[in-house]
């Protein structure tokens, strides 16, 4: 059974840091695609960021891009999103998520290509 667990979520300042991780179970990343979604009350969920299982290319939506770095560790099984200069728009739920996804499909940012989500880790960034 897939299983993914968010953990690192909280509350911070704005410009502050918050490093996000993903424990997955019941399955290896390696052959698997693994990405971060958020949602913020009142709002779409939208994609944040991808990380190929190919060649471990990584893709950012550009509100993200030059902040937010996901890294994959496979011997642990385990994703992470290293979040630097935090805004309070970065403020959401984020899921961690993950399947069998083209490269293509891991640059579109859409939940729909993915069918395995976390429960998901509060962030907040206020003063």
């Known amino acids: 059974q897939v299983q993914l667990a968010e953990s690192g979520g909280g509350l911070v300042q704005p410009g502050g840091s918050l490093r996000l991780s993903c424990a997955a179970s019941?399955?290896?990343?390696?052959?698997?695609?693994i990405g971060w979604f958020r949602q913020a009350p009142g709002k779409e969920r939208e994609g944040v960021s991808c990380?190929?299982?190919?060649?471990?290319?990584?893709y950012y939506a550009d509100a993200v891009k030059g902040r937010f770095t996901i890294s994959r560790d496979n011997a642990k099984n385990t994703i992470y999103l290293q979040m630097n200069s935090l805004k309070p728009e970065d403020t959401a739920v984020y899921y961690c998520?993950?399947?069998?996804?083209?490269?293509?499909?891991?640059?579109?940012?859409?939940?729909?290509?993915?069918?395995?989500w976390g429960q998901g880790t509060q962030v907040t960034v206020s003063s």
């Open positions: 019941g399955f290896t990343l390696d052959y698997y695609g």
């Open positions: 998520v993950a399947d069998r996804v083209s490269e293509y499909e891991c640059s579109r940012l859409e939940g729909a290509e993915f069918g395995s």
């Open positions: 990380i190929s299982s190919s060649d471990g290319s990584t």
